[in-house]
C-alpha cells in the first residue's frame, strides 16, 4: 500500500511538473552560455491587449465617430466648407487606422478587418456602377477594392477635379443623393467592422488572448510576433513602398499608392504605421510614455542588447529617409528612377531580417507565412 501511494504521489508530481512547465506564464529560455532565464510572456500579453491593442481600437471609433459626424453634416448641407470638414476628420481616421491596422489577430482575421477597410487601389469604374445601379451587396470579397479608406479617398477627394467639382457631384439633382447614399454606406461599413472586432476583444477575446501564454507555434506570442512582421513586410514595407516603387514588378506605377488621390497623406500614413510597429516593439502604451513587457525587453531577457539596439536604430534610419522625401506619388510621377525613394526603402528593408530571422531565431519562433517576393 506504501509502495503504490508513493507510486500514485510520483505520477502527481510529474503531471504537476510538466502542467507548469507547459501552460505557465514563465517561459524557460537559455542565453548563449545555456545559462537558464525567465521571461514572463503572460505580462507581456497583458501589456499588449490592456495598453496597446484594446486603447488603440477605442481611440479609433472616437477618430470614426467624429468622422461620422461630419458626414451627416454635409449629408444635411452639400457644401465646400463642410467637405473640407469632412476630408479633415477623414484625414484623421485614416491616420488613426494606421494604430490598429498591424493587429490583424483573433477576431480581425476571422472577419479579415484589413482587406475590408483598407485594400486599394480602389476601382473606380466598380464604384461608378454601384451607385448608378443602387444595387450592391458590400460584404462579397469582390467589392472589397469598392469599399474602405481607399474608396473614401475617391468620393471625398478625387470624384471632381477641385471642391467645387466635388460639391457639384453630391448636390446634382439627378445623381447627388446616390453619391451620398454610397458614400454613407462605406463609411458604415468601416464602421461596423471595427466595432463587432473591438468589441469580440472587449467580451472574451482579450482573455482567451492573455491566457494563451504558452511557447508552442499556436500560442499567441508566436503567432502574433508572426503577424507583427507580416504586417510590417507585406502592407507596411511593400503595400505602401514597394509594390508601387516596382521593386518586384520593376515597372513604377503610382497609382498603386495609398490615399492617391489625396497625395500628401501617403507619407504620413506610411509613418503613422511604423510609428505603430516601433511603439509595439518597445511596448510603449498607445497614448502614453509609459513602457511595458515587449519584445524589446525579452530581447533585453535573452541579452539580446544589441540586435534590441540594431532595430531600434533601423526604425530611425528608415523614418529619417522616409521624411526626406516628397509625396511618394510626386516621387514616382517626377523621377524614373526613383532614387531617393528606392533609398528609403532599403532602409526600411533593412529592418525585415532583424526580425524575420535574428529575432525569431534568438525567441525559438518560427515564421509561419511564406515569403513570395523573393527578398
Known amino acids: 500500500m506504501k509502495g503504490k501511494a508513493h507510486w500514485i504521489l510520483t505520477i502527481l508530481s510529474a503531471l504537476f511538473i510538466w502542467a507548469c512547465s507547459s501552460t505557465g506564464d514563465d517561459t524557460p529560455i537559455t542565453d548563449d552560455d545555456g545559462v537558464s532565464l525567465t521571461f514572463d510572456r503572460g505580462a507581456m500579453l497583458e501589456n499588449w491587449a490592456d495598453n496597446i491593442i484594446l486603447p488603440s481600437y477605442n481611440q479609433f471609433l472616437v477618430d470614426y465617430a467624429a468622422f461620422k459626424a461630419d458626414f451627416e453634416s454635409f449629408q444635411n448641407d452639400r457644401s465646400g466648407s463642410n467637405l473640407i470638414a469632412l476630408r479633415s476628420s477623414w484625414v484623421d481616421a485614416y491616420l488613426s487606422w494606421q494604430s490598429i491596422s498591424p493587429f490583424e489577430v483573433g477576431p480581425a482575421e476571422d472577419n479579415g478587418l484589413r482587406l475590408n477597410v483598407n485594400t486599394y487601389p480602389t476601382d473606380v469604374a466598380l464604384i461608378g456602377t454601384h451607385i448608378s445601379s443602387g444595387s450592391y451587396n458590400l460584404d462579397l ?38 453619391h451620398v447614399a454610397y458614400l454613407g454606406e462605406v463609411i458604415n461599413d468601416i464602421d461596423t467592422r471595427v466595432t463587432t472586432v473591438r468589441n469580440a476583444w472587449q467580451n472574451g477575446y482579450r482573455d482567451t488572448f492573455v491566457q494563451n501564454d504558452g511557447s508552442s507555434a ?14 510590417y513586410e507585406k502592407f507596411l514595407r511593400a503595400g505602401k513602398m514597394g509594390i508601387p516603387l516596382g521593386v518586384f514588378s520593376r515597372t513604377q506605377t503610382p497609382t498603386l499608392v495609398e490615399a492617391y488621390y489625396y497625395p500628401q497623406l501617403s507619407n504620413q500614413l506610411f509613418l503613422a504605421g511604423l510609428s505603430t510597429v516601433e511603439d509595439f516593439f518597445n511596448g510603449k502604451a498607445f497614448g502614453s510614455s509609459r513602457t511595458g513587457e515587449s519584445l524589446a525587453s525579452y530581447l533585453t531577457t535573452l541579452n539580446q542588447i544589441t540586435l534590441r539596439n540594431d532595430i531600434r ?63
Open 218 to 231: 499556436t500560442a499567441s506570442v508566436d503567432r502574433f510576433v508572426n503577424d507583427f512582421i507580416f504586417y
Open 313 to 375: 536604430n533601423q526604425f530611425s534610419s528608415a523614418r529619417t529617409a522616409v521624411s526626406g522625401l516628397g509625396p511618394f506619388r510626386a516621387e514616382l510621377e517626377n523621377n524614373s528612377p526613383a532614387a531617393d525613394m528606392f533609398a528609403a526603402y532599403d532602409e526600411v528593408q533593412g529592418a525585415v531580417a532583424l526580425f524575420k530571422v535574428d529575432m525569431v531565431s534568438a525567441m525559438s519562433i518560427a515564421i509561419d507565412f511564406v515569403d513570395a517576393d523573393g527578398d
Open 141 to 178: 470579397s469582390s467589392n472589397r477594392d469598392s469599399k474602405g479608406f481607399a474608396a473614401l479617398d475617391y468620393l471625398i477627394n478625387g470624384i471632381g477635379g477641385n471642391d467645387a467639382e466635388i460639391v457639384q457631384v453630391y448636390t446634382d439633382a439627378i445623381t447627388g443623393d446616390a
